[in-house]
């Protein structure tokens, strides 16, 4: 199964901040790229596709790029209900892999 | 507003077989655009693909759990199930019933059910 390499495992930040996750793919896999957010106790959330097309309804504080092999997830004005743990899946190969997760905390 | 609600026993004993069901509302399971999966996450850790169903019959599923996998949909019921056989601790986990939907040649996993815990034990 393709390894995703996710960074930071966590981060901290304050409000309005601008943050990024970065996702490392084991070989290239063009844009099949998605991220998601899940709080705790609840499903994720689809936030991103295509590593770049914002899901409808997400806020456009969110943002995706990269494609190959490196991928970027970035928060820009923080709020405090972005606190949560941050995924990125690949699709190109089956099996479909997660990459291991990004905790966010708020300060 | 379509809707995925998994159901099925919350414990189930070592070697024995878990079954969950995941019922599809405000939706038709019958829909060529739509890929019908589970996801799986063991307490505290990360996500884990299992594999997916269209109503087709085309199935994928995840090699690691392959010999002990099945995955089905019953067009009629507008439901979709997956059996785990031989069960260990190890697979105690939420289990996630989640909808993809083909875009292009992305699949997006864009409607997730609330989530359901299983237990081996």
């Known amino acids: 199964a393709m390894q995703m390499t996710q960074s930071p495992s966590s981060l901290s930040a304050f409000v309005g901040d601008r943050v990024t996750i970065t996702c490392r793919a084991g070989q290239d896999i063009g844009k099949d790229l998605s991220w998601y957010q899940q709080k705790p106790g609840k499903a994720p959330k689809l936030l991103i596709y295509a590593a770049s097309t914002l899901q409808s309804g997400v806020p456009s504080r969110f943002s995706g790029s990269g494609s190959g092999t490196d991928f970027t997830l970035t928060i820009r004005s923080l709020q405090p209900e972005d606190s949560a743990t941050y995924y990125c899946l690949q699709e190109f190969n089956y099996p479909c892999t997660f990459g291991q997760g990004t905790r966010l905390e708020i300060k | ?121």
């Open chain 2, 1 to 121: 507003q379509v809707h995925l609600q998994e159901s099925g026993p919350g414990l189930v004993k070592p070697s024995e077989t878990l079954s969950l069901t995941c019922t599809v509302s405000g939706g038709s399971v019958n829909n060529n655009i739509f890929y019908w999966s589970w996801i799986r996450q063991p307490p505290g850790k990360g996500l884990e693909w299992i594999g997916y169903v269209h109503y087709s019959g085309n199935i994928n599923y995840n090699p690691s759990l392959k010999s002990r996998l099945a995955i089905s949909v019953d067009t009629s019921k507008n439901q979709f199930f997956l059996k785990l056989n031989s069960v260990t601790a190890a697979d105690t986990a939420v289990y996630y019933c989640v909808r993809a939907y083909r875009t292009g040649t992305f699949r997006p996993l864009d409607i997730w059910g609330q989530g359901t815990l299983v237990t081996v034990s």
